[in-house]
């Protein structure tokens, strides 16, 4: 399993702030979780019977220069989406425009990193300039001091010794799989629980999108060597519906409705 997720360049495009905002939610250097079986958080069934009616839309961010280039994107990493991206974003909101599926929304939720931010703001604009709100809890995997570096380098540097287990830490300052797990689960059930019965949308990555379908559908932590793989699509839908479920009464209130929708990016610019 890579820990690394997505990938950008080291430098800064066109409205990188010159000091990149230090993540209020990254691990102290050299922490660990301190349940080493709490790999990811038990869903918080209290949350989810309180928000009964809420729909939680996750957007992938568009294609980011990181991934063409295949290097280390944290937050000083991220050069942002290419025009690919952008195009991707620019149709995700026509879509929006013409379908009227989120007419209802008045902020989104971004993570901090330039590739959702720039997808944020084109989607945001596209439904008439709702506010954006950026926060860490969104973040793709924080790769510490290997942020900005080559892919080939980062793992040169710091081979993995097990990419199965959860708790391994890469580079210094980096956090690891467990402990990402632990912030994506925090922040969305936040979002959630302050949001009850309304649509929330957030814009973020892949890693997230998996991280919550982890967790929500009990996907195991395991070697998966003969198993599938997913990944959400850039600039794709996936969406959950907190609802009981009318099969299992005991069951978790929470549906998933669609998973890595991206109807939109037909043509041959996609």
């Known amino acids: 399993m890579s820990l690394t997720h997505e990938h950008g360049g080291p430098g800064h495009d066109r409205g990188v702030p010159a000091d990149p905002p230090v993540c209020d939610t990254a691990p102290a250097l050299g922490s660990s979780t ?28 568009g294609e980011s220069v990181a991934q063409r280039s295949d290097t280390v994107a944290g937050h ?16 995700l909101g026509k879509r929006l425009q013409a379908t009227g599926e989120l007419a209802s929304v008045s902020v989104i939720h971004t993570s901090r990193m330039l590739r959702a931010r720039q997808t944020a703001d084109i989607v945001a604009s596209a439904l008439g300039d709702v506010a954006v709100e950026e926060t860490c809890a969104l973040c793709e995997y924080h ?17 993995t010794v097990n990419p199965w287990d959860p708790h391994e830490r890469r580079a210094p300052g980096s956090e690891t799989w467990a402990e990402m797990a632990h912030r994506v689960a925090a922040g969305l059930d936040a979002l959630i629980d302050a949001h009850r019965g309304r649509t929330v949308v957030v814009v973020t990555h892949s890693g997230v999108i998996i991280q919550a379908m982890m967790r929500w559908l009990d996907l195991r ?27 299992r009464p005991d069951g978790l209130p929470l549906e998933l409705v669609t998973f890595s929708d991206a109807a939109h990016l037909v043509g041959p610019h996609f």
């Open 221 to 247: 932590f395991v070697r998966q060597a003969d198993l599938a793989w997913l990944e959400a699509a850039n600039a794709s839908l996936t969406s959950w519906q907190v609802t009981a479920n009318p099969f």
């Open 76 to 91: 000083s990493g991220c050069l942002g989406l290419t025009d690919v991206g952008r195009a991707q974003a620019a149709a």
């Open 34 to 61: 301190a349940d080493p079986a709490a790999v990811i958080p038990a869903p918080r069934v209290d949350i989810l019977r309180a928000a009964s009616g809420t729909r939680l839309i996750m957007v992938r961010h």
């Open 143 to 159: 790769p510490g001091e290997g942020d900005g570096l080559s892919q080939r380098e980062f793992d040169a540097r710091w081979p």
